[in-house]
Antibody, heavy 122, light 110 residues
Framework: QLQLQESGPGLVKPSETLSLTCSVSGGSISSKSYYWGWIRQPPGKGLEWMGSIYYSGTTYYNPSLKSRVTISVDTSKNQFSLKLSSVTAADTAVYYC??????????????WGRGTLVSVSS | QSALTQPPSASGSPGQSVTISCTGTSSDVGGYNYVSWYQHHPGKAPKLMIYEVIKRPSGVPDRFSGSKSGNTASLTVSGLQAEDEADYYCSSYAGSDNVRFGGGTKLTVL
């Protein structure tokens, strides 16, 4: 059973870079069938897709975040990572990683991690 | 880009049916048959319940059904059970490789 687990600092200072990693277990991140994505949820608000990556390194980003988001993949560790630069309090959120079906022209996320809360505060 | 619009809350008694709406525009919900729905119990991983408007993944009870009319998609939960109490989110393809989510609906089983 494939599982995803987010990890990273729970507190980041304003103007710094938020960095998170998603570890994939029970399956290979190098599967040709899937992308791997990041989605976040600020407190009391809805979900926001941030971006997704293929094992080859091909990326897609939400236009509203594109200038600040970088997603990378490490197939040797079966992990993918998120970096969000110049963070503000508005970036405080629960961050989820998920398996993305876009490679099949199927626009949904079929497996998710439990999420990790990242707070932006000095 | 605006999020899809969902009612903040919905409720029903055990055994009843409840429908949650998800309103977008012709650029997302109305323009594509790529609406999906997710169930989220706090502290747990969100779970895919419906994809491509009407399809159910393996293991999802047939009490959950999806539909769409124009720019509004709907999730109906029939025969409500206590374990259905959760937050529900819709999402839709929005063109140009972009996916848009709703604000979420808290479903309460009375």
């Amino acid at each position: 059973q494939l599982q995803l687990q987010e990890s990273g600092p729970g507190l980041v200072k304003p103007s710094e870079t938020l960095s998170l990693t998603c570890s994939v277990s029970g399956g290979s991140i190098s599967s040709k069938s899937y992308y791997w994505g990041w989605i976040r949820q600020p407190p009391g608000k809805g979900l926001e897709w941030m971006g997704s990556i293929y094992y080859s390194g091909t990326t897609y980003y939400n236009p509203s975040l594109k200038s600040r988001v970088t997603i990378s993949v490490d197939t040797s560790k079966n992990q993918f990572s998120l970096k969000l630069s110049s963070v503000t309090a508005a970036d405080t959120a629960v961050y989820y990683c998920a398996r993305d079906l876009r490679h099949r022209a199927a626009w949904y996320f079929d497996l998710w991690g439990r999420g990790t809360l990242v707070s932006v505060s000095s | 880009q605006s999020a899809l619009t969902q009612p903040p809350s919905a409720s029903g008694s055990p055994g009843q049916s409840v429908t949650i709406s998800c309103t977008g525009t012709s650029s997302d919900v109305g323009g594509y048959n790529y609406v999906s729905w997710y169930q989220h119990h706090p502290g747990k991983a969100p779970k895919l319940m419906i994809y491509e408007v009407i399809k159910r993944p393996s293991g999802v009870p047939d009490r959950f059904s999806g539909s769409k009319s124009g720019n509004t998609a709907s999730l109906t939960v029939s025969g409500l059970q206590a374990e259905d109490e959760a937050d529900y989110y819709c999402s839709s393809y929005a063109g140009s490789d972009n996916v848009r989510f709703g604000g979420g609906t808290k479903l309460t089983v009375l």
